[in-house]
């Protein structure tokens, strides 16, 4: 029997699974919070060489905004003029100068601390900031392969909790560390957490929703995501310090120790894995909170109990995505969708100093353009997945490309082409959430999400180092974040529909997706499961291909 069915019966989006979506969508706020917090934490003030005071001093009389280098003028900020000479001459082309000594003096207008400024992350150290960036990344990208194959093998369960709580510690020991390598150390294991968290939250969701509520348990969690992301910018705003600020997005996640309360186990993935008698438990209570009357009868019951155990026999791995030809063309593309879009999402939401504007108010303007980039998907997913996809990615690509052949003294019409380009890759990145959940069956499910998260922090790496690209051609990061999401909108024609489709349960269902088995059930979800309240659990009919 096929658990899309089931969940017809007992509900497929009632208060059991909204109370879940909430659970779920808490910890997003807070997930946002670290994955952006770098733009904050990691900002680079004005600065000044403290050896090359007492001249620059008498020329910009302590106003920080003269510091920086333009046609006329060196960067003072690095380097030390040497003695002996004029004030004309220290300011002119081609003037002596040796590299700073002696640290830096900081402007403290927008920040009173950040990493950078407590640890000199400047000049010939700057790559450090970089370093660093990607390395939270990695992390991210270790904790969706560790975490993926874990999730499979002992439940969802016990990996969002497992992780909620080392992100709740590490970040916290983050704010206390006593030099840059610990901090990025501890930056490393909070991003391993944050992985297994977004992941299994993600699936652990989809897995109790029905097939067209899907995605529902997806754009909720984006929304709090992009909550998080527009509280950011005021929370940065009122704590100015660092540690203060690391410490106050961390501690908050200790008081999600109710969860080992409250937080249920997946139905479908007990049900896979043989453990039939929690299953049914936990199907029993969720019909019970969505008011649904539902007995377990006995021929369903074996049924289903034989269809467990024909799953239950075959172990699967990660090997089992690109084992077989369908499967293995369906996840290659979407690893490489996954990869596109946190390439260019974070290429574009780090880089938000390059506007000129306040960075807090910038902030917050691009958190603004997630909601409605995140709220057009809510109209557009039922209707299609796939076009859904490939057209969001389609406007990114487009809106980035067309950058280029903008005059650099129009920034403004960048800006809106920019803007543009960040709504796209951001619906795009909450479609190949639920998409990527749908073409993956059960039984890999888990593997495969965490591999394309895998794939998608890979780009995440690469996301902080696409602007060193700059040095070849002023042009060429568009360029890259033009491209990428075009290809990808090309691939994704390859893609089969999913909407208002059933999840595959097993390899076979997506190999032979025209042989699946189909357990009807009279007056069950009529109009082919489209919606209908009425339910019975009366008049099976088991039918095989």
Excluded at 60 to 65: D, G, K, L, Q, Y
Excluded at 325 to 348: E, Q, T
């Amino acid at each position: 029997m096929n658990f899309d069915e089931i969940l017809c019966v007992i509900g497929s989006f009632g208060k059991y699974q909204k109370i879940l979506c909430m659970w779920i969508s808490l910890p997003q706020i807070f997930l946002a919070f670290h994955m952006l917090v770098s733009v904050f934490t990691g900002a680079v003030p004005p600065h000044l060489c403290q050896a090359a005071l007492p001249l620059v001093s008498i020329l910009v009389s302590s106003n920080f905004s003269h510091l920086n280098a333009s046609e006329d003028q060196p960067d003072l900020s690095c380097t030390i003029p040497l003695l002996n000479y004029s004030v004309s001459e220290v300011l002119g082309r081609g003037h002596p100068a040796v590299s700073c000594h002696g640290g830096w003096n900081y402007s403290t207008e927008t920040f009173q601390n950040t990493i950078v400024t407590e640890w000199d992350l400047v000049c010939d150290n700057a790559k450090l900031n970089n370093i660093g960036s990607s390395i939270y990344m990695f992390g991210l990208l270790v904790g969706a392969v560790v975490f993926g194959h874990l999730a499979d093998r002992y439940g969802r369960r016990i990996i969002i909790l497992v992780n909620l709580a080392s992100q709740a510690i590490f970040g916290v020991a983050a704010a206390f560390a006593p030099n840059f390598y610990v901090y990025t150390a501890l930056r490393f294991m909070v991003g391993t957490s944050i992985s297994g968290v977004i992941m299994t939250a993600f699936v652990l969701g989809s897995e109790w929703s029905g097939e067209k509520e899907r995605l529902w348990a997806g754009v909720i969690t984006d929304y709090f995501y992009g909550f998080g992301y527009m509280f950011l910018a005021g929370v940065a705003y009122l704590i100015r310090d660092w540690r203060k600020l690391q410490l106050a997005i961390s501690a908050p996640v200790f008081f999600f120790i109710f969860y080992i309360w409250v937080l249920p186990e997946s139905a479908r993935w007990l049900r896979t894995n043989g453990r039939s008698e929690e299953a049914w438990k936990l199907i029993e209570k969720a019909a019970m909170i969505n008011g649904r009357q539902f007995a377990k009868d006995l021929e369903m019951c074996q049924e289903y109990k034989a269809e467990e155990k024909t799953m239950a026999k075959n172990k699967h791995s990660f090997l089992d995505l690109v084992r077989t030809p369908r499967m293995r063309r369906r996840s290659l593309i979407v690893f490489y969708l996954w990869f596109a879009n946190v390439l260019v999402y974070y290429g574009l939401s780090l880089n938000i100093s390059d506007f000129g504007m306040n960075i807090y108010l910038t902030h917050m303007i691009f958190g603004l353009v997630e909601m409605p980039a995140r709220t057009i998907t809510v109209f557009t997913l039922n209707r299609s997945r796939k076009i859904s996809q490939l057209a969001f990615l389609a406007v990114s690509g487009i809106s980035c490309l067309l950058t280029i052949f903008v005059p650099s003294n129009l920034s403004v019409v960048r800006t809106v082409l920019a803007m543009v380009g960040k709504f796209g890759i951001t619906a795009s990145f909450s479609v190949i959430y639920i998409y990527s959940a749908d073409l993956f069956p059960t039984v890999i499910r888990q593997n495969g999400i965490g591999i394309s998260s895998m794939c998608a922090r890979i780009g995440g790496v690469l996301a902080p180092l696409m602007f060193l690209l700059r040095g070849i051609n002023p042009q060429a990061p568009m360029v890259v974040s033009g491209l990428c999401p075009l290809l990808g909108s090309a691939l994704t024609m390859l893609l089969p529909e999913t909407a208002h489709k059933p999840l595959p349960d097993t390899i076979e269902d997506v190999e032979h997706p025209n042989c699946r088995h189909i357990f009807r059930v009279t007056g069950m979800c009529d109009n082919e499961f489209k919606g209908a309240e009425k339910m019975t659990t009366s008049g099976f009919a088991l039918e095989y291909c």
